[in-house]
């Protein structure tokens, strides 16, 4: 009998643990009691979870969707992870280290079967690692990814979309494709993690850079090109990490269309046109404007900063290396423009 948690109730987390929780009930093999670690806060006074209980919804997080009544949420760790066989880690990048130091106090060296929904990357001295490389250091097993051009306010509200599920474990692929793929949710399955994990992370950059576009106020020609070399960008960093990165992964869910998707409706693109509207810094509009969600995109474009510069490439990726000046260097936003440059032939 598998039993599922899902570790953390964020945006993203509260609308993968209802897809779950209204799929789960039609599989056999499965106990049809999905926990969901809540991390501990109150609303109104009142615990989170102890809300989400009760109300059957998630109001800092994702309000006005009802949670199926399968669904529970706990801010007791040993309590969520308890008899779990499957593991949904749905956490902003920046509390995966901490999360995972308590996942391992917690689960009393059972290996679990693990999926990540997270995006973002990881430095450590000279290496870029991604979620999945992370979780796999910690925990000691090889974690499947899930990542797409998935907007949860939308899916949460069955509109249809794909994701793309990564894994080299079959077996695993299947028990998760059975418990996320429905009517609204099409889960498309490929064998790969990093290569799809990387898009996932660096089309946050892009997405930022196409909100400042937004921001300046210039039309689709403008923006479209700013996609076209952030995609380009994307290909070539994804290529020098992995080379064997199998093509397919930029063509389905989590490659061209979560840029696009994140590039029209998402958090990172909506904090980039009020950063070039109001002077304000990320981290201040993060606070004001997202009630606790948290953004990755300018986090992420810090950590490729870091990275390219201690490779030595930084001139190799100007859409990656300006998103990063213009949020942590007060460089002027419209020298985004600057890395449209013409071409002649050789
Ligand atoms: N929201 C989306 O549309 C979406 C879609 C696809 C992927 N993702 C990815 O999913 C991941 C999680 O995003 P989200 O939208 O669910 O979260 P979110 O942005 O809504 O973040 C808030 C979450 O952080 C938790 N939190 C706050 N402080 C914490 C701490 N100290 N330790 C642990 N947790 C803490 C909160 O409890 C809450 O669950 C991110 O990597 C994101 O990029 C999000
Ligand atoms: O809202 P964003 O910018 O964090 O993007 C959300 C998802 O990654 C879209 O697929």
């Keep these: 009998m598998e039993r599922v948690c899902v570790y953390?109730?964020?945006?993203?987390?509260?609308?993968?643990?209802?897809?779950?929780?209204?799929?789960?009930?039609k599989l056999p093999n499965f106990d049809h009691k999905v926990s969901i670690y809540s991390h501990f806060e109150t609303f109104d006074g009142v615990s989170l979870s102890d809300v989400i209980n009760k109300t059957h919804e998630n109001p800092?997080?994702?309000?006005?969707?009802?949670?199926?009544?399968?669904?529970?949420?706990?801010?007791?760790e040993k309590?969520?992870?308890?008899?779990?066989?499957?593991?949904?880690?749905?956490?902003?990048e920046q509390f995966l280290e901490s999360s995972l130091r308590s996942i391992y106090k917690n689960i009393d060296g059972r290996r679990l079967?693990?999926?990540?929904?997270?995006?973002g990357v990881y430095i450590y001295?000279?290496?870029?690692?991604?979620?999945t490389q992370v979780i796999e250091y910690a925990l000691k097993v090889t974690p499947s990814v899930l990542c797409g051009a998935n907007i949860a306010n939308e899916i949460a509200g069955h509109e249809i979309c794909e994701s793309t599920l990564g894994s080299f474990i079959k077996s695993e692929a299947d028990l998760w494709y059975s418990l996320f793929h429905s009517d609204y949710f099409r889960i498309r399955c490929i064998r790969?993690?990093?290569?799809?994990?990387?898009?996932?992370?660096?089309?946050?950059?892009?997405?930022?850079?196409?909100?400042i576009a937004d921001g300046l106020g210039v039309g689709s020609n403008s923006k479209a090109a700013i996609l076209r070399v952030g995609f380009k960008e994307m290909r070539q960093f994804i290529y020098h990490r992995h080379p064997y990165t199998p093509p397919e992964v930029f063509y389905e869910s989590c490659g061209m269309a979560d840029l696009v998707a994140s590039s029209l409706g998402g958090r990172n693109h909506k904090i980039a046109v009020e950063l070039v509207k109001t002077g304000k810094s990320f981290a201040e509009l993060e606070?004001?404007?997202l009630g606790g969600q948290k953004l990755q995109g300018p986090m992420t474009a810090k950590e490729l900063y870091?990275?390219?510069?201690?490779?030595?490439?930084?001139?190799?990726?100007?859409?990656?290396?300006?998103?990063?000046?213009?949020?942590?260097?007060?460089?002027d936003p419209s020298e985004i423009f600057n890395v449209l440059v013409g071409l002649k032939l050789e």
């Design 8 to 25: 953390g109730s964020g945006n993203w987390g509260t609308t993968a643990a209802k897809i779950i929780g209204e799929n789960i009930t």
């Design 60 to 76: 800092k997080y994702l309000p006005g969707r009802k949670l199926p009544e399968n669904v529970y949420a706990t801010s007791d």
């Design 79 to 92: 309590e969520a992870l308890d008899g779990a066989t499957m593991l949904v880690i749905v956490v902003p």
């Design 113 to 119: 079967k693990i999926i990540s929904l997270i995006k």
């Design 125 to 131: 001295k000279d290496k870029i690692m991604t979620p």
């Design 192 to 211: 790969d993690t990093y290569g799809i994990e990387l898009c996932g992370a660096l089309k946050n950059v892009v997405s930022v850079a196409a909100g």
């Design 287 to 289: 606070s004001e404007m």
């Design 306 to 331: 870091i990275f390219n510069k201690h490779e030595g490439i930084t001139e190799k990726f100007p859409l990656f290396t300006t998103v990063y000046q213009i949020g942590y260097e007060k460089k």
